[in-house]
């Protein structure tokens, strides 16, 4: 099993920043993906970003430029900086971790991200 908590979530005007940080525990295979999905009201939940343990980047169109994953496997942590946000990133935002042993998803119980003004 695998816990994951996040943090970094919370209320930006447009144009603003945040940066969301998610820690894995437990039981941690060296071959992963760690990344963030979000879902807005009435949506599915859509990938935003994802990063492998051996450094393959897969990011959604509409946030390239202006979010960037990273992380750091030491730590087990993801981070996703996120700049000039627009009302339409609004959404929850969840960490996922997948186990590519057990080919397992996991995932975090999201934090809220609010763009308004």
Request: hydrophobic content about 30%.
């Amino acid at each position: 099993q695998v816990q994951l908590v996040e943090s970094g979530g919370g209320l930006v005007q447009p144009g603003g920043s945040l940066r969301l940080s998610c820690v894995a525990s437990g039981s941690i295979f060296s071959v992963n993906v760690m990344g963030w999905y979000r879902q807005a009201p009435g949506k599915q939940r859509e990938l935003v970003a994802t990063k492998s343990s051996r450094g393959t980047i897969n990011v959604k169109d509409s946030v390239k430029g202006r979010f960037t994953i990273s992380r750091d496997n030491a730590k087990n942590t993801v981070y996703l900086e996120m700049n000039s946000l627009k009302p339409e990133d609004t959404a929850v935002y969840y960490c996922n971790f997948f186990d590519g042993r057990l080919q397992a998803n996991y995932w975090g119980q999201g934090t809220q991200v609010t763009v308004s003004s």
